[in-house]
Structures are given as C-alpha cells and as structure tokens.
C-alpha cells in the first residue's frame, strides 16, 4: 500500500503525554519523518529517521518505529505545540514519497 | 542561512500551464547532497507530495501527477523550476519548495520555503 494512515485529531491536557500515530507498509521498509504545520505557516520538520530531532526542536519530542507503525511521542505538552502534524515517508511500492493525511493536536 | 523562495503567477487559467520557480540562497542546486522536492497544499487539505530532482537530473515524480508534471533546475540561476500541465480547479493549492538530504532509509524534508498560492480560475 501507497498510504500512511494517521488519525485525523488528537487532544491533550497541557503538560500532559500525547503519541501521534502514521500507520503503513512502507514504514516496514523506511523510517518516517514528522512535520509540524502551524496555521497559515510552511511545515517545519519536528523528526526524523529513528529518533533524530532537528536543531531547534525540544526534546520533549520523541520519535519511534514499530513494524508498520511509526511514532512521534510529546512528553509534557505545550500550547505552543498545538498545530497540525504530518508523517512522511518514501512508498515501498515506487521511487515517490508519500504524506500521511495529517493529525490536528489540540493541547487544551 | 539557507532559504528558498517561490515564486510565480498566483493566478493561472484552466488547461493552461501553472510554472513556478524556487530560488535557492545559502547553498547551491549543484550539491550532490540534496534532493529538490515540491509539494502542494489543497486550501483546507493536507500536504501532496509532487516529486522532486537531483543535481544530475534524476527526477522522481508522483504516480498520479506525472503525467503533467516537469521538474527542472538551473544552475545558472541556483533555481529549481515546477511546470504543472493543464491545470484544473483541483490544482487550486499552494505549492512549496522543500529541500531533502541524501540519506539512507530516511527520507525527510529540512528546510522549507514560505510556500505561494496558486489559483486555477478563468
């Protein structure tokens, strides 16, 4: 499959622990990247490959990969992360990339 | 610092050709260590990927576009070029330049332009 699932809202408390899901075959075969889209604004990289953190990023950001499933985790949530987040990966099936459909985080 | 900028018309006719240009400051189109990529944004949707070039001209492109769609770079300029053929309401987006390392098994974009709205209408 050419798609990467992601469930389309998730909320947490502020401080509290959130993960945010992409599901699909290619991630048995590549690792996945996570982007952060505040509105109005370009997506801003948040993680990568394994577990790798752009410069910039806080480490209460945490990624992880599981069979088809790969993870991004927010340990103690801010308000400044509420936006939309984005998985990426490339497709097992062709040389193109693929985006998950997108998660919208809203820390209440 | 690296950026990239887009730029073009922001409004295109239907069946006509949408053409978009993404210029690069702070690193050069020439680096064997980047891919070039663009992708769109519907208004209200998520992201698309629409394919992406290497220095040497290798080019990927997304299954469902590639028909229509022409990535290009020009060194002589440090731009990376999107040519999107007879364009629809549904190409209504705003498309971004994006930058991606070569890398093993990880596939990921970096640095990101502002993005530039593109409006198919008569």
């Known amino acids: 499959s050419s798609e990467l699932t992601q469930d389309p809202a998730v909320s947490v408390a502020l401080g509290q622990t959130v993960t945010i899901t992409c599901q699909g075959d290619?991630?048995?075969?590549?690792?996945g990247s996570w982007y952060l889209q505040k509105p109005g604004q370009a997506p801003v990289l948040v993680m990568y490959?394994?577990?790798n953190r752009p410069s910039g990023i806080p480490d209460r950001f945490s990624g992880s990969s599981s069979a088809n499933t790969a993870s991004l985790t927010i340990t103690g949530a801010q308000a400044e992360d509420e936006g939309d987040y984005y998985c990426?990966?490339?497709?097992?099936?062709?040389?193109?990339?693929?985006f998950g459909g997108g998660t919208k985080l809203t820390v209440l | 610092q690296m950026q990239l900028q887009e730029s073009g018309p922001g409004l295109v006719k239907p069946s006509e050709t949408l053409s978009l240009t993404c210029t690069v400051s702070g690193d050069s189109v020439r680096s064997t260590l980047y891919y070039w990529g663009w992708i769109r944004q519907a208004p209200g949707k998520g992201l698309e990927w629409i394919g992406s070039?290497?220095?040497?001209?290798?080019?990927l492109y997304s299954p469902s576009l590639k028909s229509r769609v022409t990535i290009a770079v020009d060194t002589s300029k440090n731009q990376v070029s999107l040519k999107l053929s007879s364009v629809t309401a549904a190409d209504t987006a705003v498309y971004y330049c994006a930058r991606r390392p070569v890398t093993a098994l990880m596939y990921y974009y970096d640095v990101w332009g502002q993005g530039t709205l593109v409006t198919v209408s008569s």
């Open positions: 490959g394994k577990n």
């Open positions: 290619s991630l048995r075969s590549y690792y």
């Open positions: 990426n990966t490339r497709d097992v099936s062709g040389d193109h990339l693929v």
């Open positions: 070039i290497y220095y040497g001209g290798s080019t």
